[in-house]
């Protein structure tokens, strides 16, 4: 069997004419990633009847006819109606293509310098050990039973079809609190009086600019600079007053006469405070404090995207603010808002950033929060559909007319052998050692290399800095950890796990809540079906009541709500109830004490319905013959009126198009499970994938 994923060998031969510097593999290896995990989806009947079934799967290479490997050249892909000359080169090209983009044109010099060798064996060492392959090791991951997504609501044949060949086939646009779909369509700046034009900094000498930097950063020994003014005039003045502020924010200007002569004094309006926050002390009073902008992103997910943009503004990520994040292998559309940032200045970031787009840009108020948004809206393709123009017309109007189970998704969970929601029991528990040890210890799987000689390091030595050596890159959730127990010590855990950031801390314990919430839906499906009886639950306003006897006609299974525990929650009125509170023992905890010694990880609880009617459903069958061919119009293609190819009638292969609307924290790959009736967990679509292989 071909090794799938052995991306040593595949990288070396990949980059083996590339000059490349180790530092710059970090960023070929998160692009690389991002487009290379393709999910393919197959109906659990096709694959019972069918073991020598292959489906298709997008493989690393060079997109170099010459030097592709000639046994990838040769598979056929059999059953799926794919050619061998039609088998993704197009997107392999286009995989490399964006990995080697990821490469700066010229060395930065203001990268850190690190161990060269330690980040090439990081990146490119992964299973020389014993050889196994990319799905012999992620056999140790989850699928949909182990996390209790195991039921289905419809009655339809499912088929087979593949999701996010290409990230531009998921394109997610954000609902915004006022129920409007936010769409990128004008990269205009609007006009501002107060806001100086670039020009008029030319008023500045070098001279001038230099020593009004020095006054900025407190690098001279005056507390003012003055200005001389050739032409004086009242208008020259204003000019350079607004130079002046402009360029140099927290720096104030006045007029003075001395000798005769006007002169423009520049100076500090707030101290040292003034530098700590400089845009507090030029932003024109009668502006919003806040610039909103539609943020248009492929292939990155929000947090990512908003480290990126404050690197280039030099500013903290934290003044940024939003109301969801949305997908990495995607184009999304969503509105930010960041304090006190012209709409000029995030205007220019068009010029020099790559798969990002900034625009529809207006001053408010107010930020943005997480959780206004009302939803979001969906077009999604599904390639090299199987099914029957029939089959997708019944399972379509089975999602638009009843629907989907509102399961959490399986990226929930996390993709190892330890699931997330074992941590967050043991932290429930107040475990410590054992928080540590799930996260640290070392786990059979698939993971990066450096994470794997970072966990052995630590189960060797349990020493925290030895442990961090072996890390690269120190943000993930380990050398977070690590860093907290170099600082804390092991005597307190619970303080170096704070060393998280607290969403993610948050994560953990949200995880057992979903899979409590998924175990018991699935059973209450069972139990009593897709009618609403008597004692479950629904909502009046936001406060849970129980159906009674006499009011059973009036409700339908949609008007159902099941609660994730907590303290602050009422259960179901029939069996199910005691169910929550059985199987919670089970797993040692009291359904009826939620609450923690650190407050941040007491569970109030929460309602969700149990079945999810998504809106504005709209779906259509495409037929095309070249795989590399958009079938998404983006909104930047419009606004630069790049046509949509057009698709081909008697096309080899056809694809599902589907449109529709979804509330917050609904899961879209749940409802494309309930279309194509498949497990839509890595460890089952690594097994599909790879069946071609064998």
Not at 142 to 168: A, C, M, N, P, W
Not at 533 to 551: C, F, N, R, W, Y
Request: aromatic share 8%; charged share 25%; with cysteine.
């Amino acid at each position: 069997m071909l090794r799938i994923l052995g991306l040593n060998i595949v990288f070396r031969k990949i980059f083996s004419h590339v000059p490349i510097k180790a530092c710059q593999l970090t960023n070929i290896w998160t692009n690389f990633e991002q487009n290379c995990c393709v999910c393919t989806f197959l109906s659990k009947m096709e694959v019972e009847e069918t073991n020598n079934l292959a489906i298709k799967r997008s493989l690393p290479d060079a997109g170099d006819e010459q030097t592709e490997p000639e046994q990838y050249k040769k598979i056929k892909l059999s059953e799926t109606g794919i050619s061998s000359d039609q088998s993704g080169t197009g997107k392999h090209t286009e995989i490399i293509e964006s990995a080697l983009q990821a490469l700066p044109s010229q060395p930065d010099e203001n990268n850190v310098k690190e161990d060269e060798e330690e980040i090439d064996n990081a990146v490119l060492e992964e299973d020389e050990g014993d050889g196994d392959s990319f799905a012999d090791m992620m056999k140790y991951g989850l699928v949909e039973e182990d996390v209790g997504i195991t039921k289905f609501v419809s009655s339809h044949q499912g088929f087979s079809g593949i999701l996010k060949e290409r990230y531009s086939d998921f394109v997610v646009h954000e609902i915004n609190k006022g129920g409007k779909i936010v769409v990128l369509d004008d990269l205009s700046v609007p006009a501002d009086d107060e806001e100086p034009s670039e020009d008029i900094f030319s008023v500045l000498s070098a001279q001038d600019k230099q020593r009004l930097e020095d006054l900025q950063h407190f690098k001279n020994k005056e507390d003012s600079v003055t200005i001389e003014v050739v032409e004086d005039t009242k208008e020259k003045r204003t000019v350079i007053h607004q130079a002046v502020k402009g360029l140099f924010p927290g720096l104030e200007t006045k007029t003075e006469e001395r000798e005769g002569k006007k002169i423009i004094v520049a100076y500090h309006v707030a101290g040292k405070t003034a530098l700590a926050n400089p845009r507090k002390h030029s932003w024109p009073k009668s502006r919003g404090s806040y610039c909103h902008f539609v943020l248009y992103k492929e292939n990155k997910d929000t947090m990512d995207a908003i480290n990126v943009l404050s690197k280039y503004l030099r500013v903290k990520p934290n003044i940024f603010s939003y109301m969801g994040t949305k997908d990495k292998r995607a184009i999304t559309v969503q509105e930010i808002a960041v304090v006190k940032i012209t709409a000029q200045r995030l205007s220019h970031l068009n010029k020099c950033l790559m798969n990002f787009k900034l625009g529809n840009f207006s001053y408010k108020k107010y930020p943005l929060k997480l959780g206004e948004l009302q939803g979001n809206s969906f077009t999604v393709v599904l390639r090299n559909v199987t099914g029957s123009n029939q089959q997708v017309a019944q399972a379509m109007s089975s999602l638009r007319d009843i629907g989907f189970i509102n399961y959490y998704g399986m990226q929930r969970f996390g993709t190892t052998a330890i699931p997330t929601y074992q941590v967050g029991k043991a932290i429930l528990h107040n475990k410590w050692s054992e928080v540590m040890d799930l996260i640290l210890k070392p786990r059979p799987g698939a993971e990066r290399g450096y994470l794997v000689k970072c966990r052995e390091e630590w189960a060797k030595t349990k020493d925290p800095e030895a442990a961090l050596k072996k890390l690269p890159v120190k943000r993930c959730v380990e050398g977070q950890l690590l860093r907290g127990l170099a600082k804390y010590g092991m005597k307190n855990i619970a303080s170096a796990f704070g060393m998280i950031p607290r969403n993610n801390r948050l994560m953990y314990i949200h995880s057992y809540q979903s899979y409590v919430w998924n175990k018991i839906v699935s059973k209450r499906i069972e139990e009593y079906g897709l009618q609403a009886v008597q004692g479950d639950l629904v909502l009046k306003g936001v406060t849970a009541v129980p159906i009674e006897e006499s009011d059973v006609a009036k409700h339908t299974i949609h008007d159902v709500v099941m609660p994730l525990p907590g303290f602050d929650v009422l259960y179901p009125k029939h069996k199910i109830g005691k169910v929550y509170e059985e199987m919670m023992a089970i797993d040692g905890l009291d359904i009826n004490n939620m609450k923690h010694k650190i407050r941040d990880y007491s569970l109030s609880g929460a309602y969700r319905k149990i079945i999810i009617r998504p809106q504005n459903v709209n779906w259509e069958i495409l037929v095309y013959d070249d795989n590399k061919i958009p079938l998404v119009h983006t909104d930047v293609e419009k606004l630069e009126s790049i046509p949509l190819p057009e698709s081909s009638k008697d096309g080899k292969y056809k694809a599902l198009k589907m449109d529709f609307s979804l509330p917050p924290s609904t899961y879209a790959t749940m409802a494309i499970r309930e279309v194509l009736k498949m497990d839509t967990s890595i460890k089952n679509q690594t097994q599909l994938n790879t069946v071609w292989l064998r």
